[in-house]
């Protein structure tokens, strides 16, 4: 079992930035590969960003491209997501998941964080 744990998400001014960290536990987590899903309300849920297990290489929606960092320290079984520019339509609930299989579903998701950017 894997368990993420959010942190990070607040109120912030169109312009501004945040960090959003994911802690994840289990001895595994250097293996999965990493993601932010987030949903806005009365939207579905979208993919922000992925990372591979070596962090070698990301993905990102063009929604945020340019603008949005993900990054993983294994040895602090964390992710991040470094938010820059940020914009009113970015604001959401933003999801940390797993992918074990480096490949397949996200198996596991966190509880989510708010981020809400003001105009």
């Known amino acids: 079992q894997v368990q993420l744990v959010e942190s990070g998400g607040g109120l912030v001014q169109a312009g501004g930035s945040l960090r959003l960290s994911c802690a994840a536990s289990?001895?595994?987590?250097?293996?999965?590969?990493m993601g932010w899903f987030r949903q806005a309300p009365g939207k579905e849920r979208e993919f922000v960003a992925a990372i591979t297990w070596t962090g070698g290489m990301t993905s990102y929606a063009d929604s945020v491209k340019g603008r949005f960092t993900i990054s993983r320290d294994n040895a602090k079984n964390t992710v991040y997501l470094q938010m820059n520019s940020l914009k009113p339509e970015d604001t959401a609930v933003y999801y940390c998941?797993?992918?074990?299989?480096?490949?397949?579903?996200?198996?596991?998701w966190g509880q989510g964080t708010q981020v809400t950017v003001s105009s």
């Open positions: 998941v797993a992918d074990p299989r480096n490949g397949g579903e996200y198996d596991y």
């Open positions: 289990g001895r595994t987590f250097s293996l999965y590969r």
